[in-house]
């Protein structure tokens, strides 16, 4: 219940932030309306106009999983400033674990993920037209859903261990944030990638819930079996969050013998 407790009370006061600052959540999904539009605008060019639902709908899952992904690499950048603020000594010395501050953080991330996401669905359902979803399968929809929000954790915790770890993000996340979409099949099915580039994404954790929501909300087959994918779609997701724990556990158990190696801004 502790454990409960302190998130809670994180996340509580996370709030009070976002409240007081209301002008950063709405350039946030301002900034999220941009980078969608930038999604959206090449594929347009490609589409006959009683396609361009269709090209929506796929752009919009795209985005959405990129997006996802971005607010999971944004913590370790969070951890990093609220080093150089000396606000996550308190956080640590008031008995906040490491686990807990990125569950507070993520669930954080995640308000201003959905808003990004609905308001740039909205922009472009005014400016393009509703995008053509159609849920096919329910249960492949929420098992990938799920899938993703485990793989956020898992991100978040090993993106927050090599911050803490190598006393940087900027590089890190830049290179997670745009590799990791365009090599593991988040952004794109993977029936209609290049066979190694398929193979390689079959074999990272991203893949498989991704395929899950693309088939549960757009119909789109699968790489390999649906059987198997919907085992897969939690199972790696699983993996992933075991290896972020451990990480985060080591990097904690580092600062606390050799200190932070970013400098606090004192």
């Given at each position: 219940m502790k454990f409960l407790f302190r998130i809670v009370a994180t996340i509580k006061a996370n709030m009070r932030v976002v409240l007081r600052l209301k002008l950063r959540l709405f350039s946030s999904a301002l900034t999220a309306s941009i980078w969608g539009a930038l999604f959206i605008l090449p594929l347009t060019l490609f589409f006959r106009g009683e396609d361009?639902?269709?090209?929506?709908?796929?752009?919009?899952?795209?985005?959405?999983?990129?997006?996802?992904?971005?607010?999971?690499?944004?913590?370790g950048f969070n951890i990093r400033r609220n080093i150089m603020n000396g606000i996550i000594e308190n956080q640590l010395v008031s008995g906040l674990s490491l686990v807990e501050f990125i569950t507070a953080e993520l669930v954080t991330g995640l308000l201003y993920t959905i808003v990004g996401i609905v308001t740039f669905t909205i922009l472009a359902s005014?400016?393009?037209?509703?995008?053509?979803?159609?849920?096919?399968?329910?249960?492949?929809?929420?098992?990938?859903?799920?899938?993703?929000?485990?793989?956020?954790?898992?991100?978040a915790a090993l993106i927050g261990a090599a911050t803490l770890i190598a006393g940087t993000s900027s590089?890190?996340?830049?290179?997670?944030?745009?590799?990791?979409?365009?090599?593991?099949?988040?952004?794109?099915?993977?029936?209609?990638?290049?066979?190694?580039?398929?193979?390689?994404?079959?074999?990272?954790?991203?893949?498989?819930?991704?395929?899950?929501?693309?088939?549960?909300?757009?119909?789109?087959?699968?790489?390999?079996?649906?059987?198997l994918e919907l085992v897969l779609g939690i199972t790696a997701p699983l993996i992933y969050v075991m290896v972020g724990y451990v990480a985060i556990k080591y990097a904690f158990n580092k600062i606390r013998r050799e200190g932070f190696r970013t400098p606090t801004a004192r």
């Open positions: 361009i639902a269709i090209a929506l709908a796929y752009a919009l899952i795209a985005f959405s999983m990129f997006f996802l992904l971005s607010t999971a690499s944004w913590i005014i400016a393009l037209g509703i995008p053509a979803l159609n849920i096919v399968s329910v249960t492949a929809l929420v098992i990938g859903i799920s899938g993703l929000f485990l793989l956020m954790w898992g991100h590089i890190i996340i830049e290179l997670t944030s745009w590799i990791i979409p365009l090599v593991s099949g988040m952004i794109a099915p993977l029936y209609k990638l290049p066979e190694p580039m398929k193979i390689f994404a079959l074999m990272t954790p991203f893949s498989h819930p991704c395929e899950l929501v693309r088939y549960g909300i757009l119909g789109i087959e699968t790489a390999i079996s649906l059987q």
